[in-house]
Antibody
Framework: QVRLQQWGAGLLKPSEALSLTCAVY????????WSWIRQTPGKGLEWIGK???????DYNPSLKSRLMMSVDMSKNQFSLKLISVTTADTAVYYC?????????????WGQGTVVIVSS | DIVLTQSPGTLSLSPGERATLSCRAS???????LAWYQQRPGQAPRLLIY???NRATGIPDRFSGSGSGTDFTLTISRLEPEDFAVYSC?????????FGGGTRVEIK
């Protein structure tokens, strides 16, 4: 059974960098895109970006200038780094599997990480 | 970006009733590029439907999806207590993929 477990700092000050990691269990990173999505009460669900095992990535243009995603094949993990955070980046952040060939959707999700940006 | 508008915002129904949720896109969406999710309080979203009408693994057959072009529908044939939640649609026509604002299905 495929499972995603995510972690990272939950409380940040403005201008700091947000770093999250998602470990994949029960499946190799190969053959899929792996995505990050965030959710706020005001804006709802927002796709942040995706990356595959070859580090081919695609980012939401609204975040692209501050965003970097990476993979660590040896640990079967992928990560997100968002720099220069503001209060607008306060959200629940999720990692997820997808989209991939045959399924344009996110079919496996991490448990979510609450990130609060406050001075 | 493609904007997805869901209606109604809230649907008040009783267990056993039929729920019909709408998702309208600002431009045409290929059926292969439309998905639906369920989200219960405090939980991550759960994929229900992909490709507009294909149930994801383990999803009961009381959930069905239909539609094409700019108008898509999620139907829950008979509401079970665990179905009272928020439902969101999503499109993958081109990047960035976007989500609708959600429909809350609440107990009447």
């Amino acid at each position: 059974q495929v499972r995603l477990q995510q972690w990272g700092a939950g409380l940040l000050k403005p201008s700091e960098a947000l770093s999250l990691t998602c470990a994949v269990y029960g499946e190799s990173l190969s053959g899929y895109y792996w995505s990050w999505i965030r959710q706020t009460p005001g804006k709802g669900l927002e796709w942040i970006g995706k990356i595959n095992h070859g580090e081919s990535s695609d980012y939401n243009p609204s975040l692209k200038s501050r965003l970097m995603m990476s993979v660590d094949m040896s640990k079967n993990q992928f990560s997100l780094k968002l720099i220069s955070v503001t209060t607008a980046d306060t959200a629940v952040y999720y990692c997820a599997r997808g989209p991939y060939r045959g399924l344009r959707g996110f079919d496996i999700w991490g448990q979510g990480t609450v990130v609060i940006v406050s001075s | 970006d493609i904007v997805l508008t869901q209606s109604p915002g809230t649907l008040s129904l009783s267990p056993g009733e039929r729920a019909t949720l709408s998702c309208r896109a600002s431009e045409s969406v290929s059926s292969s590029d439309l998905a639906w999710y369920q989200q219960r309080p405090g939980q991550a979203p759960r994929l229900l439907i992909y490709g507009a009408s294909n149930r994801a693994t383990g999803i009961p057959d009381r959930f069905s999806g239909s539609g094409s072009g700019t108008d898509f529908t999620l139907t829950i044939s008979r509401l079970e207590p665990e179905d009272f939640a928020v439902y969101s649609c999503q499109q993958f026509v081109y990047s960035p993929c976007t989500f609708g604002g959600g429909t809350r299905v609440e107990i009447k």
